[in-house]
């Protein structure tokens, strides 16, 4: 009889022995799955993230070419008009009582509105004008600039 015990429990223990041995290999199995699909989602996030940095990064360069492109005709701008090589004028509403303002309507070679009233700007407020307008163009492409990052992430 200690003999057939000892034999059960050989057998017992090599059933449990095997079913251990198969619960471990499939829980490997699963591990080594769940770390290839964690490893897979981490190269495509990885992906994703370069891309966008790709693509955020032209995006930086179309911008800051256009920021030095604004800068660069503004400057040319107020260079004309420190040499006196542009004059800038307004337009005057002749049917307006409340100017009071008897410019003549002279035409020049050069302009391109005939027979209206113009007074030209004194170069300081040209200037001053151009300054403004300048800052504005910046504003605006800061914007723009702000507005295609935030579309590039929500992409």
């Known amino acids: 009889m200690a003999g057939s015990a000892a034999g059960t429990w050989k057998v017992q223990d090599w059933r449990y022995g095997r079913q251990l041995a198969e619960q471990t290999r499939l829980q490997g199995e699963t591990l080594n799955e769940l770390t290839l699909a964690a490893a897979a989602q981490q190269r495509n996030e990885q992906d994703k993230r370069l891309a966008l940095e790709q693509r955020l990064s032209a995006s930086d360069q179309t911008h800051y070419k256009e920021l030095t492109d604004a800068q660069t005709n503004q400057a040319r701008l107020r260079d004309r008009l420190a040499t006196s ?63 295609a990052y935030v579309r590039e992430l929500n992409r």
């Open 85 to 147: 090589d542009l004059r800038l004028s307004v337009l005057l509403d002749a049917a307006d009582p409340a100017s009071g303002c008897s410019v003549s309507a002279g035409t020049g070679a050069g302009g391109l509105v005939h027979g209206t009233s113009r007074a030209r700007l004194d170069p300081a407020h040209a200037q001053r004008i151009i300054g403004i307008t300048d800052a504005g163009d910046q504003g605006l492409i800061a914007l723009a600039a702000c507005q």
